[in-house]
């Protein structure tokens, strides 16, 4: 189960494949595109290089498409769409990270070829990335030609026409030994971007075969073309050698481009593919789920823990945008789908990721400080919507259900963003015993989103209370509500973790605490504030009731039920609905209430989880990705187990089968930690408790047989088997855990719990 196959060409499904099948190393991505295809929508992004120029918002940029190759027989382009496909497969190989293709085409001539070949984009040598061709004539011989090119051509917003934009000026184009080469400068920020790529031939004696070469701009596209001599039934290989070096890592991009392809060229693709596998098979040593006895389940995780590893970067100044680097799907932007969702994959099996996405919010924090100061508060406000510098780049304006232009409020109102970021600090502090890193930085993030709560909460003298109106809590139908309850339990949290580590700092690293107190400003007075507010804030949850209302007035709304489903099994909208006044009903886009259960259930009882489950759940359109998973885990938390199964089935499948349709725009990021979480926390049963001790409570599906995975909890690598009559934790040395909330201490070597009865 480590294949993603397509075994038909169906040209309306290219673009959803292209994000199936996109490679990309955390620096570098290419969509999958089929390089035979006239019907392709090429996506070339490298992480971190954004541009706003005339578009709505600063977006991730569409580089050149550096994957250009034609052949022509007897004049005659290869083509998907015009030669007659005799045979066709491609998978994505996610065990070893390439794509792969074998397909066999007769051109209008009857002359047959088939053509396989093995792409990857280099985990080794983050700007590189290679395709090896090997082609054999099956029914003739003769003349050839090969043209490599770059397009220079491409463009954002191919799926938005309303928003089609090119980011980016040709500077410079030409060829280069061997090769060719662009250089181009996005236009605001200036980011340059070089790209080379040269190819070498040889045929099955390892005899160069591509002759007279001719250099040729097309348009603004360098392009070379070689004759080649091929023999019916003789295999000839052709390797492509590819470089992208910007600005963001070289000083001289052009010149470092030029020395890499020299280097690679030398050294052969085969040793750097050999290097690449070898990473990314070590990778999944230590994120692999195994599920025995569903293998859509085990395609399906392992489809999305590749993706989310292909987006994770060793650069701590860029982060994992909505839709990974797979698309332009929310324009490259970094979300609370980053924190919530996708973060504890790589808390608990790659934290060095980890890390660097904590850095990337550090590294943001002086733009969150002018989003404060800009908003009328204090400290630092993380924007709804991030990019590169950290400042607000939410679009103002986008469509609604029927596709009239509406105002977008999120990023004005959808704070809570602040409290997630800090709910990760924390984890990550927990998980990782990492006091390093909270003494350098995460303390720090935490005292500026404490201050800015302390700025943002409104003081209601009647009630002697604070509030926070006029927000957008995780359910985005309802816009400027008051007290939405997520937002407001989070706030206080936030306010009294931020006050917990201000003391933590003091008392374990008194120099440091000296030096950022007085770079913030901060006093004990300040901070004992935060205490004052914390206790004061209103949550809008009645003493003796265990429902909680999602903020002030939504008991009030309009009832609609859900009554149908279609055959995804997500809901449709009832027919009673007007959708353009969706904040006046109940019905909700995602968990809200019950995310706040899940970001913080050692705060909650099983009875509350139970009966705000039952009755959100009802009420939810599931109009987000990250909305199944989560259902899934609660449903599992007490005891909905049926459903759990199906919830977790549309999480993991959401690209593979695309059943929120959108998939061309790129991979479902957040829903593919929610599919992690789902089995660790879900199937799993894993939780963090209050006291930072691991509870393991696991339920498998009637077919599954067993589900294994591994984990890194303070340093220590755990692997954690279940099968429904056994638990079995194997760990190298000593540590106490909880199995279904009774204490053990762990041995070194395999542990196994009873789990019937
Ligand atoms: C969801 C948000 C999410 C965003 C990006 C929206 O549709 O409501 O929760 O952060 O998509 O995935």
Redesign the pocket.
Known sequence: MWFVERRKYVQEENYVYETLYTLANGRLSLRGVDEFSNYKMPGTYVAGIYDKHDAQVTELVNLPDPLGISIYVDGEPLLLDKSTIKSYMRALDMKNGTLNSSIVLELTNGKLIQLDSQRFVSRSNLNRFGIIYKITPLNFSGKIFIENYIDNTTYNGKLDPANKIQHYAVLKTGEMMPGLFSLVKTYDKGHLIAIRTALKGYDSKGENILRYRKYRLIGNNPSEIYTVFIREGETFTLEKYGAIVTSRHSSEPLKDADANVGIYFAEGVEEELKRHTEIVNKTWELMDIQIDGDETAQLGIRFNLFHLYQCASDDPTVSIG??GLHGE??KG?V???TEI?MFPFFLYTLPKYAKNLLLYRYNTLPGARKNAHQNGFKGAQFP??SADDGTEVTPKWGEDYLGNPVRIW?GDE?YHINADIAVSLVHYHIVTSDDDFMRDYGVEMLLEIGRFWASRVEYNERNDRYEINRVIG???FHEHVNNNVYTNYLAKWNLLKSREYYYWLREKYPDKFEVLKYYLGLTDEEVESWKAIAEKIYIPKKEDELLIEQFEGYFQLEEHEITEWDENGLPKWPKTVDLTRLGETKLI??PDVVMLMLVLPEEFTKEEMRVNYEYYEKRTMH?????PSMYSIMGLKIGDTHNAYRYFLQTVLVDLEDNQGNTNNGF???SAGGAWQCVVNGFGGMCLEKNGELNFEPWLPEHWKSLSFRINFKGVPLKVTVTKEKLCIETRVEMPVKVRGNRFDLRPGKNYFELVG
């Open positions: 909505a839709r799907g929310y932007h979300f609370w789908d969702f709804w919507e999120t959808e995780p359910d985005e886009k995602q109009k987000s990705s990250l909305s479902h990021a957040a």
